[in-house]
């Protein structure tokens, strides 16, 4: 009867052991997903932002495309 109580006793120290272990976990991984989440957040910012950029810049390169595509089938013209 004495082995079943320290037998009892052992896996209760054992089973204590692991569920502090375990709630340590869960708060790292917890604090570990609100990092993630910012890093994204931040990347998706910046992506849209290089998104913005690369619009304006095609929007102001077509038009001077087409401005050197029209000087060029004049200057054939004249010649």
Known sequence: MIWAQVLV??????????LLLAIVLAIKLIKLTRQIKRV???AERTA???ETIAGNVAAVT?????LKIITRFIKRAKK
């Open 9 to 18: 006793i052992i896996l209760s120290v054992f089973l204590a052991v692991f």
């Open 48 to 50: 849209v932002k290089f």
């Open 40 to 42: 994204t957040d931040v």
């Open 62 to 66: 077509s038009p001077m495309a087409l």
